[in-house]
């Protein structure tokens, strides 16, 4: 009955594979050979982590269609049995060389070329070849509790079916993960359970692909368009802001005060530094000094005399200790005849400097010019692919 089951499934992955043949006219079939190695299980009544072996393969295989593949695997080592409530257990050696039939679940529903693994499914039919059963005899077991013990050799029947994980087929070199699983006689393990023996096995293996023989690619010429953009050169009119220069008036006015009948400035050097340095930086200015007395103190002579002194030595020390032009220079005395601070007839003993001028400032007005720009524009071009 499983073998009937079995070949049910090779049946039916065939039928699958052959559907699935038309789905990439460029794929190509290929050989591959692989070793594998990983540990084995033989199912029985006791801990599992007693009854772990180490198991090799080596395999021949080949991918007819994207989907349907088929291979010739041989696995062997060590298999281990026992009886848990003894805590003994025994080894003995195998061989099982079996066919297989491969059916590949990622290209059966789609054939991205880069995708990074492929996941298959497997199905088998082989002979499995055990031999060197010693280890069991020499327990001394009673023989009611292993009937089915063999000493010499045993050839049986093997079932396979399992689940592989691996790189992706389009590589010259993959990696693999495999687990499956055995169905065997009974008397495999040299136990009675009336029912099959079932030996599980993890394998990871390195194989590498070869032998491309399927249908090669057919190039494919056809013409698209495509919009690109590209610097063009464009005369446009901007606006810019262009620098000249005007001239603006610029004036200054200072005040120096007297005490009675004083014609020389108590602490004239800062206010003549400022008037000399407004002449220097407007060499065409003006510059009036005019004399004042206080009507309220003295005589109108007297007042006079003392209003054009104090004029009189403000614009002398400002030509001998400042060296200015004296051609700038207007000198004037009102005496007391104007009193330029009504309020407070002190503040009239005093002599004011009035001067004007003009100054070259920099100045920006809007201009319209045309230059030359770089833009982006769209073209479209044609374009020739092979795919």
Not at 49 to 67: I, N, Q, R, W, Y
Not at 232 to 246: C, I, N, S, T
Request: hydrophobic fraction near 40%; aromatic fraction near 8%; charge should be neutral.
């Amino acid at each position: 009955m499983k073998t009937k089951r079995l070949m049910t499934l090779a049946a039916s992955m065939l039928l699958l594979g052959g559907t699935a043949m038309a789905q990439s006219e460029n794929w190509q079939s290929f050989s591959y050979v692989e070793a594998q190695g990983g540990l084995q299980l033989t199912s029985t009544n006791a801990p599992m982590d007693k009854l772990m072996t180490p198991t090799a393969a080596l395999s021949f295989g080949h991918f007819f269609t994207p989907v349907v593949g088929a291979r010739l695997h041989v696995n062997a080592w060590q298999s281990k049995s026992g009886f848990k409530d003894l805590d003994q257990y025994y080894k003995w050696k195998y061989v099982t060389p079996s066919v297989d039939l491969l059916l590949n679940m990622s290209n059966l529903f789609g054939q991205n070329q880069d995708r990074a693994l492929n996941v298959i499914l497997l199905g088998g039919v082989g002979l499995n070849y055990a031999w060197d059963n010693n280890e069991l005899q020499d327990l001394g077991i009673a023989p009611q509790r292993i009937p089915l013990a063999w000493e010499d050799n045993r050839l049986s029947h093997n079932l396979r079916a399992g689940l592989r994980f691996e790189t992706n087929q389009s590589k010259p070199l993959g990696f693999s993960l495999e687990v499956n699983a055995n169905s065997l006689d009974d008397r495999f393990n040299s136990k009675i359970n009336d029912a099959d023996d079932w030996q599980f096995t993890a394998m990871v293996g390195l194989n590498f692909r070869f032998g491309y023989k399927g249908k090669k690619h057919i190039p494919v010429t056809r013409q698209i368009e495509e919009t690109i953009w590209e610097d063009v050169p464009v005369v446009k009119k901007v606006k810019k802001q262009e620098p000249y220069m005007v001239e603006k008036p610029v004036t200054l006015h200072k005040e120096v005060f007297y005490d009675i009948r004083v014609s020389d400035n108590v602490d004239p050097s800062v206010i003549q530094a400022e008037v000399a340095k407004f002449m220097k930086e407007n060499p065409d200015s003006k510059v009036t000094i005019v004399g004042y007395a206080d009507k309220g103190t003295g005589n109108a002579r007297l007042n006079k005399m003392y209003a054009e002194r104090r004029a009189e030595t403000f614009k002398k020390d400002l030509i001998e200790k400042h060296g200015v032009n004296a051609d700038m220079l207007v000198v004037d005395s009102k005496g007391d005849t104007v009193q330029p601070f009504p309020d407070n007839n002190d503040k009239n003993r005093c002599v004011i400097i009035d001067a004007t001028g003009k100054v070259k400032v920099q100045e920006f007005r809007e201009i319209e010019v045309e230059e030359t720009v770089m833009e982006k524009q769209a073209k479209t071009v044609v374009r020739t692919i092979t795919e």
